[in-house]
């Protein structure tokens, strides 16, 4: 693993965020969220002027519930779609209130992450935590993120070590693979998206509800059914958003920002399996 630029990430983080909680034309926006660890984060922006943070997050689907990630927690909604149950009673394309231990923070906007919509350059701080991992076609998300964000405005991403989750067994993604996802535009081409989930269900991990073989279904049709459905990894399935689609590590996040021409201004690794980096646009 390439060595990290461990600097005081905390402080790269306020430095970060106290541009955005100063002016009042610089609002944050968080896709995928909330996240809970970040309450401190949450409470600086509340104390700053509340209303300074948005939020984007996909509506979710049961039909395809294939890592249960719903019962294992791995899907946080707040506020008034909450109540609805995982974005139950919201819909694609609705604006709700974003609030966060009962501080109304900013909008909660239920999109696809990759497909903002927000003018460009509206942002002055974007975070995404345990999200990118998400998108078959991350660098489309990236370019999205950097439309959005205002030139000298920051990225923060957290991505999830490798080392200490189910894909640990896996290979990092590396760049040639992210700009073949990009040119298919689609995502995944159909055969790499099945032999992810092989990949996965050889590990062990689709082990609850994947390839599972319905009442007289052999484990041939069960397989072919999958393999159908799979589809070719397009943004638009919703199951998509349930896996890890591609493995990061800091040696390919300095390249990803090199390449948007960021300049990388902390990173680092916090237990248990966060891999947390900031980087400024340039402007
Ligand atoms: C593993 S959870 C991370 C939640 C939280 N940010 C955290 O760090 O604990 C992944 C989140 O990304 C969201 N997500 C996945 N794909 C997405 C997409 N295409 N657009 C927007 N959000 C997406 C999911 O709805 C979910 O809330």
């Not at 995982?86 to 694609?92: A, K, L, Q, S, Y």
């Not at 989750?165 to 760049?175: G, K, L």
Request: aromatic share 12%; charged share 25%; hydrophobic share 35%.
């Amino acid at each position: 693993m390439t060595e990290m630029i461990e600097v005081q990430f905390g402080e790269a983080l306020q430095e970060a965020l106290s541009g955005v909680l100063s002016s009042p034309s610089h609002r944050a926006l968080e896709i995928g969220g909330p996240t809970t660890y970040f309450d401190e984060l949450y409470k600086w922006i509340d104390q700053a002027k509340g209303g300074n943070i948005d939020n984007v997050v996909r509506p979710l689907v049961d039909e395809y519930e294939i890592e249960n990630f719903q019962r294992r927690g791995g899907v946080m909604v707040e506020g008034a779609c909450a109540e609805g149950g995982e974005g139950g009673e919201c819909e694609e394309g609705g604006m709700y209130p974003y609030e966060i231990n009962g501080a109304l923070l900013g909008k909660q906007y239920f999109a696809h992450g990759a497909d903002l919509p927000f003018e460009d350059e509206s942002y002055g701080f974007i975070m995404a935590s345990h999200n990118l991992e998400h998108y078959p076609n991350p660098l489309k998300a990236l370019l999205e993120w950097d439309r959005v964000l205002k030139p000298g405005g920051y990225m923060f991403l957290n991505l999830p070590d490798p080392r200490y989750t189910f894909d640990r067994r896996r290979e990092v993604s590396d760049m040639s693979q992210l700009l073949k996802c990009y040119n298919a535009e689609a995502g995944l081409s159909k055969e790499d998206a099945f032999q992810y989930l092989v990949e996965r269900k050889i590990q062990g991990i689709l082990s609850i509800t994947a390839f599972e073989q319905t009442k007289g279904e052999t484990e041939k049709e069960a397989e072919e059914r999958w393999r159908a459905m799979v589809g070719n990894g397009r943004e638009d399935d919703s199951w998509v958003d349930k896996f890890h689609w591609h493995v990061f590590d800091p040696g390919l996040m300095e390249e990803i920002f090199k390449c948007l021409g960021y300049e990388v201004v902390g990173m680092a690794g916090v237990a248990p399996f966060h891999m947390m980096s900031i980087a400024k646009k340039n402007g």
